[in-house]
């Protein structure tokens, strides 16, 4: 899928990354997202293009979460994009806090009542639902959708974090009781880290938002954000603890088994492809995309090398390497016009895990060369014991990219409880856990005093074992630790 | 999901369909995807939701269809929904084409084009292509999405059949040669056949459009139609070979091995969730829906039938016999607020194949009775034997709904040069094979004539095996045998 040179001859550095991560992380994001093929900027402005390497990424999450979804009884369905304006404004905090960013489609007919591209589907979701449930018996209701979702953002595009169309799970649930809403709204953003932990090697912090930072309409908020390299957070996901705000302001009711009506609880939750450009930024390196294996699309790549008149024989054990390394996901690339060092360079620019070369020599002596993504590290391993090197190399990766993170992160993680010290730590790329207390006219005044300082994630209550605490800002008593940072 | 009654005591006939498919199919229809819990009116006029059995079926869909891409080396991508009028209007038939049906979004900002939203992508994947494809090594370029799509139609809602918002999938492919597009437009209509038969059991006729049907914009269509139990004909998926009418409206040119520049040939090809809708009508009958097995998200289903005294002990037998069943899609129902008898009909209501019965006595004598959904045929097996019988029993009735759906199309299936008699023959629910001229004038002559009946697919052309043929209608020489019908 890549554009590929004109010929043999053009240069690998033309096609590679031309900035440092460290030196210029913005540009260095583009250009590896775009590089490798993974988006790209579409014609229409404020929208981006998921190319194939990206979307197959997309694939592999759906399937790691759908796989979630089942052991919850959730079930996939699939909603209108239209949202009628009368609906939209039923809960009247959640119409305020969208309105801003909703497109509308233009009248084909006068009698028409004005309609919104859903920026998310509560309000066209909840409508059926009050047509659905009806008994004890209709509950609990789970359901989710993976579908497109328009947010007209004024910024200009920043690919996979911030455009006007996305696409995202969205999953909404209904219950007889406080108490199971609550425990699945907590349990799905378990499941959202687990996602993010196993499958994208991305170490995130999940919590309670303030409630200055919660969903419009929500009771509470579950957030999930990780730490990125630039220092800046970035929000990975919500599950939102709806109470019973939606279902009044949609008048969903079930007849209990007291025979009495009654509202139920729900909560709604979501991710979008933004996963996919955290992964990317947080990983990938000076030479390119950098995939963790368990989400590569292709995990490893054999590059056959040869004369002319070993071409067979080369190509021969090529697929028998191949067909020995089933089960995972290999490619070999026996491409014809292009030499095996443009090779090396187009594969590492595309963060295939692991390369693997097979010459002449290696035939003679039974092994093959394997290089690492990651590190750049090669080795030569026995033919005969490649699945079971193979795999354990890739499980290497795997844990070795968490843990590079983990550390990374952790040692930008800082504590105090001095303003101007917070303040310093977040302007040199970190993030800083606070005692804070929680009202959201101190939190306003931080965010206008710092030019954008956001708290991100409640990471414990102030118990009394923790003595008294002090506010950041306000020296009031303090009810939490939030960490506070820059955000995308 | 269901809507369920609100006791043991509500009878299930106000749950049942309530009217019989001979006599009013439309109305039997609705009620089928209704009362089944398929699909629902959605709250936007003109729209739809699709609910969890109907979305299962979809997936299973493109579960099958994913295989199929990968054979042909189609990777899945997703572009903008959103497509500025300017782009839309590059190829002049094919805006012309669409023009009615087009939805449009405000404009937030004066200075910002018109955008639609997507009722098919060419024009905004082309732009994209034209970036992407520079020289030979970039071609073929195979892309699918699956998506949703916008189709402004002023006709009210006909579940899965017609609605403002379907999905879909859309494959847009480029060749360096003419050859090679031909060949594999006409190869993905085959697949799509392939689809329908052996996944849906439903059978369909393949083969080219006339060109007053033929896609705006396209050189050929080739179409697959199938005949509804109503006598009218659905039009089940579509491959357009659009030989080099975009890449010259989108300037896409690539570098051949010449050192020459050239315009590349392209073909484009869509099913959508009607799909669904068809199948639902050609095998249901008036106990509700009536699934394939292959195609069921639920196969078998197993009813515990017990005294309060015998429970553990049929429960655990029921866990043992789903166990014995692995591999098919087995559940167990043992809610406990309704009768069996209520679930007997809320299974067939649903369309699960196969209904497995397990009381006391068939403990005792190791046996299970297996109840057929296309037959309503009861037959007793032996425990021991239980997986291979209830396969085979699922083989047969994916054969036998098939072997009914052919036998009936068969039968409603007619030839004739007689212009009379093939109105008379369309009138009572058949579809006709004719020779017809071929030409635009005549067949807008033909539907003002009959009041619809319009040209669905060409069979065959008139060689001079056949002998000189008149068309049908205006006695100029025919061309070729093309059927006729009413449709969807």
Redesign the interface.
Known sequence: ?A??G?SKESKPSEKGITVKKSEDISEWYSQVVLKAGVA?Y????G??????L???I??RIQEHFNKVLEKYGV??????????ES?FKREAEHAEGFSPEV????R?DSS?ER?A?RPTSEA?MY??YS?????W??LP?K?NQW??I?R?ETNAVKLFLRS??F?WQEGHCVYETEKECIKEADDYIKEYKSLCESLLAMPVKIGRKTDSEKFAGAVFTNTMEGLMPDGKASQLGTTHHLGQNFSKAFDIQF?GKDSEKHYPFQNSWGFSTRLIGSMIMLHSDDKGLVLPPRVAPTQVVIIPIFREEAREKVLAEAEKLKKALSGLKVRIDQRE?MTPGWKFNEWELKGIPVRIELGMRDLESHTFVACRRDTGEKQSYNISEAKQKVSELLDNIQASLFKKAKDSIDARTKKTSNFIEMVQEINQGKWVEVPFCGEKPCEADIREKTEGITSRVITGNISKEHGEASCINCSKKAKHFVIFSKAY
Do not use: T
């Open positions: 899928m554009k590929q004109e790209d579409a014609p229409v402005k929208c981006m293009v998921i190319r194939p990206g979307y197959a997309w694939m079930e996939n369905a699939y909603f209108p994009m239209f949202v009628p609906f497109a509308w489609i233009e084909k028409e309609l591209l066209i409508d059926s047509k659905w449930i009806r008994s018996r209709d209701l359901i579908c497109n328009v007209w006007r169309e696409l007849l016009s």
